[in-house]
């Protein structure tokens, strides 16, 4: 719903909260006619199942400034616009702009997003500070930053009178602002697919782009042809040749559902990877509503090389966890050994593998990293303990952990360990640590003076895909209090153990995005994140996410440490 049709709850109605209802009761008459024209006069009756559909592709124009209104009133209204005004360019919005801040004004250099009300004070004639109760900001290029709990913006407008002795805003900082239901329905989440250093997997980076502009697919083309994001260019390539931009600077969605991305320099083009350019604007461009194929071309000539490319952040294979001293697994028919494991040592925990279960591994009573023993062979030590965190093995048979005071640590058997650099882990204690799915972006909780941190961030690996370093992170779930374990739930969302407020709870942690919570769970204990997302309690018992509520998975007693691939 637009933020013209509707104010923040506690808002003070004014004049600016009479226009709203003005509004609102405009587009209930109009609606009451609509419904009225269509009652049937004759005919039999028919009893109706009393059901009420909402539209949510009904746009409201915003209404201009109004004679008399105060400094508030103006800013006020020029938010107000500007939440409004992807219909119509803004143009309302800048009614409320005089001089040269009516062409210099920039509305999408950013946006940011409140929970609570935004009263505009005035400080003194002609300023007026509105104090924004920020819950997240997104960048001109689609980045989504959550805020801390209770962070602020201020934001600073300078206020003239015009020729008519009407005030209209001289100076205003440029971007909207917009509540967080007003955000939902104008801007979309769209991951850009970028191909992983060896080529073999689609990487995500999640981007917010405007989806009321009736464009969404030419943002969403123009930001994956710029490349990937600081944080992630080193550890990821692209197909898309430097410099190649789209023909008209525009993406084109026929009646039928093809996307056509007309690319220029199409020479260089067609010299390039075309099959894996393909695939990254196919991955891409296919999350756009109504596109159902995509096609492309290159300086006119149709690109019609493909090839198949992993994506996706759920992995493959059953669950696992620890039961007395066996790695068991969970089937059809309940719990049952693991194929050729033998049993495991008094206090093992932390088991970990890859998607084949040819690379498993734990931590021994000691807190020493090993591989799991098996039937045939006895363990191996990997990485000495103690300290070691939970490992993570990725799809390149790299185990991953971590020790205070030496930071993150991967490991391959029959190589020596590599303490992987990360500048911005100085100073802070790894909690948790889990690889992504494409082994390009690690998860990571850590603890330092300013408290706890969930960050993603790229791993650099040399061509034969030893690690090299671990790039700048960026922050998630940065309303989380406190965290103590770490999961991929999806290709872009985590899972996180930790609390927000006063409870331990499960939260779901985009990338990019606002973190929100599932039910509780008492005594939780161990987090295993796949298709289907499991929990483990200190009393032993399976817990297996339907829905938005915890239930216990029957016949199954005794348990830790369930775990997926990765």
């Known amino acids: 719903m637009s933020t013209a049709r509707r104010r923040s709850a506690g808002a003070p109605a004014g004049r600016g909260g009479a226009r709203v209802v003005r509004l609102l009761g405009a587009l209930v008459a109009t609606a009451a006619l609509g419904a009225c024209a269509a009652i049937p006069t004759s005919g039999a009756v028919r009893e109706g199942d009393g059901t009420v559909s909402e539209s949510r592709d009904v746009d409201v124009l915003a209404e201009g400034p109004r004679a008399g209104a105060t400094p508030q009133q103006i800013v006020e209204g020029f938010q107000l616009a500007g939440a409004a005004g992807f219909v119509g360019e803004f143009s309302t919005a800048r009614e409320y702009l005089t001089g040269a801040a009516l062409q210099s004004w920039e509305p999408l250099a950013e946006v940011l997003v409140y929970d609570d009300p935004v009263i505009p004070a005035s400080t003194q004639a002609g300023t007026v500070i509105a104090t924004i109760p920020l819950t997240a900001r997104v960048d001109a290029d689609g980045r989504f930053t959550e805020a801390p709990r209770d962070a602020q913006r201020a934001l600073t407008y300078e206020l003239v009178r015009n020729r008519s002795g009407e005030w209209r805003i001289a100076d205003a900082p440029d971007g909207l602002v917009l509540s967080e239901s007003v955000f939902d329905k104008q801007f979309r989440a769209t991951s850009l697919y970028f191909l992983s250093a060896d080529g073999t997997f689609l990487v995500p980076e999640t981007r917010w782009f405007p989806s009321q502009s009736h464009n969404l697919q030419t943002w969403v083309a123009r930001a994956l042809l710029a490349g990937p994001s600081p944080w992630l260019r080193d550890a990821v390539t692209t197909a898309v040749p430097e410099g190649v931009q789209l023909q008209a600077d525009t993406v084109v969605v026929d009646d039928s559902g093809i996307a056509t991305v007309p690319l220029d320099m199409g020479t260089t083009v067609l010299k390039g990877d075309t099959a894996s350019l ?35 952040g759920l992995p493959d294979g059953p669950v696992e966890m620890i039961q007395d001293d066996r790695l068991v697994t969970l089937g059809e028919d309940g719990l049952g050994p693991v194929e050729g494991v033998a049993p495991l040592p008094v206090g093992a925990r932390s088991p970990a593998r890859d998607e084949e279960g040819t690379v498993r ?19 191996q030590v990997l990485l000495d303990g103690p300290r070691l965190v939970a490992p993570s093995v990725d799809r ?37 640590l889990r690889m992504a799915r494409d082994a390009t972006r690690l998860a990571v909780v850590s603890r330092g003076s300013d408290g706890v941190s969930v960050d993603v961030a790229a791993v650099v690996r040399d061509a034969q895909g030893t690690p090299q370093n671990i790039g700048e992170p960026v922050r998630a779930g940065a309303v989380l209090q ?35 919570t599932e039910a509780e769970v008492p005594d939780l204990a161990g987090l295993a994140g796949g298709r289907v997302v499991y929990v483990a309690t200190t009393d032993g018992t399976l817990h297996r996410l339907v829905g938005s509520t915890w239930a216990a998975v029957t016949h199954v007693e005794g348990v830790r440490d369930p775990a997926y691939p990765g």
Not at 361 to 374: E, I, N, R
Not at 485 to 512: N, T, Y
């Open 396 to 432: 390149l048979g790299w185990v991953w952990t971590a020790r205070p005071g030496e930071g993150v640590i991967a490991v391959k058997q029959g190589l020596d360990p590599v303490v992987v650099p990360a500048e911005w882990l100085d100073g802070r204690t790894v909690v948790a």
């Open 278 to 312: 393909y695939a990254q604007l196919d991955a891409t461009l296919r999350q756009v509503p109504g596109v159902r194929e995509v096609k492309v071309t290159a300086g006119s000539v149709p690109i019609v090389d493909t090839r198949s490319v992993q994506r996706g």
């Open 361 to 379: 591994v734990m931590l021994d009573p000691a807190g020493t990293l090993v591989t799991v023993p098996l039937e045939d062979s006895p363990s």
């Open 482 to 516: 406190d965290a103590s374990d770490v999961v991929w739930l999806d290709e872009s969302v985590l899972g996180v153990v930790g609390s927000s407020d006063s409870s331990v709870l499960v939260h779901k942690v985009p990338v990019a995005g606002r973190t929100t």
